[in-house]
């Protein structure tokens, strides 16, 4: 049960930093949260990455669904198993790499989503 509320509340962080993907897509002067926080608007190539990053979360979101038996598995249960264990180490990798952005303002709001991610996917990965 606790996994599956890690679930919920996973798929509902990943929902909002998709949320804020799409702004910055849509031109949302928010850059310097993300991707290293050098622009205000993202440039064009950015806003691909923005768009891959949406395409991620969703993957991400299914993972961690199906991992705690929320949704049904389209791929084999090891596979979303060692998924999960991935996006752990995958989430670890962004606490750091964001504690390290040159954005004051992206260390700032990025860091903790990046913790808050990781430790949910932990809690999923033990389910």
């Not at 299914?62 to 999960?84: E, Q, R």
Request: aromatic letters at 8%; one cysteine or more.
């Amino acid at each position: 049960m606790i996994d599956q509320i890690a679930a919920v509340s996973a798929c509902t962080v990943l929902a909002v930093l998709a949320l804020f993907q799409a702004a910055l897509i849509a031109g949302a002067p928010l850059g310097r949260l993300a991707w290293g926080g050098q622009h205000d608007v993202l440039p064009p190539g950015l806003k691909v990455g923005s768009t891959v990053s949406i395409v991620l979360y969703v993957l991400f979101g299914y993972v961690a669904l199906a991992a705690t038996g929320l949704v049904p598995l389209v791929v084999g249960g090891a596979l979303i198993a060692t998924a999960a264990w991935v996006l752990v180490a995958y989430f670890a990798l962004g606490i750091l790499m964001n504690a390290v952005s040159r954005s004051k303002q992206e260390r700032l709001v990025m860091t903790p989503a990046a913790i808050v991610l990781a430790g949910l996917f932990l809690v999923i990965a033990l389910g």
